[in-house]
């Protein structure tokens, strides 16, 4: 059953360091996300993208995140200087439509980064 | 503000038992509700979807109910195993302008002991 892989699986960094979070979404789905988890909170939604840009973000997302899909299976994360609040899991999902918002995300098992 | 609000806490119950999580959410406007199953330290795993029209959805064991009126949701597990030991996440979305806003609520750690 195809799913989505996530590199690496932890992340160590000091703080004010360029992480990048590889993704590889299901090679059929169209539509990526990125989530993160700090640890004991819930799941908070990052960004969507489809067709090479970003459809929707939300307030964490500011400008020390970025996200790209260099190649046709890559899906990447960026946070530009990160903070000791940016340790947290980070999440990446594909979806193969949006389809009115009840297309079936595909989640992969995440990439814990650790900010020290 | 969207809201997504979960109970109980956290549930330990009897292998082999039934068990009923509830949702509650504030989300507007609302498109679908979802319930994942997320293991300690894993990516969340979608049980069901459901949106305005739908009051019901199964999935072998688990069963969602929804009651957009009231805006409450259900996921009862029947016949536990000790597998389903896990959160259950209630994820709420809206649509508006045609963007998706997602709320994810804290989830119900579920353990099922023999």
């Known amino acids: 059953e195809p799913e989505v892989t996530q590199t690496p699986s932890h992340q160590v960094t000091q703080m004010g360091q360029e992480v990048i979070l590889r993704c590889v979404p299901i090679s059929n789905h169209l539509y990526f996300y990125w989530y993160r988890q700090i640890l004991g909170q819930k799941v908070e939604f990052l960004v969507s993208f489809y067709n090479n840009e970003i459809s929707e973000k939300s307030e964490i997302f500011d400008d020390q995140f970025s996200v790209e899909r260099p190649d046709g299976s890559n899906f990447t994360l960026k946070i530009r200087s990160t903070k000791l609040e940016d340790s947290a899991m980070y999440f990446c999902?594909?979806?193969?439509?949006?389809?009115?918002?009840?297309?079936?995300?595909?989640f992969g098992p995440g990439t814990r980064l650790t900010v020290l | 503000k969207n809201q997504v609000e979960q109970s109980p806490q956290s549930l330990i119950i009897l292998e082999g038992k039934n068990c009923t999580l509830q949702?509650?959410?504030?989300?507007?406007?609302?498109?679908?509700l979802r319930w994942y199953k997320q293991d300690t330290g894993r990516g969340p795993v979608s049980l069901t979807i459901m949106t305005f029209s739908e009051n019901t959805k199964s999935n072998g064991r688990y069963t969602a109910t929804l009651d957009a009126d009231t805006k409450q949701s259900s996921l009862h597990i029947t016949a536990s195993q000790l597998s389903d030991s896990a959160s259950y996440i209630c994820v709420v979305s809206g649509l508006s302008g045609g963007y998706q806003k997602v709320t994810f609520g804290i989830g119900t750690k579920l353990q099922v002991i023999p």
């Open positions: 999902a594909s979806s193969e439509r949006l389809a009115g918002g009840i297309d079936t995300q595909y």
């Open positions: 949702c509650n959410y504030t989300v507007s406007p609302f498109s679908n």
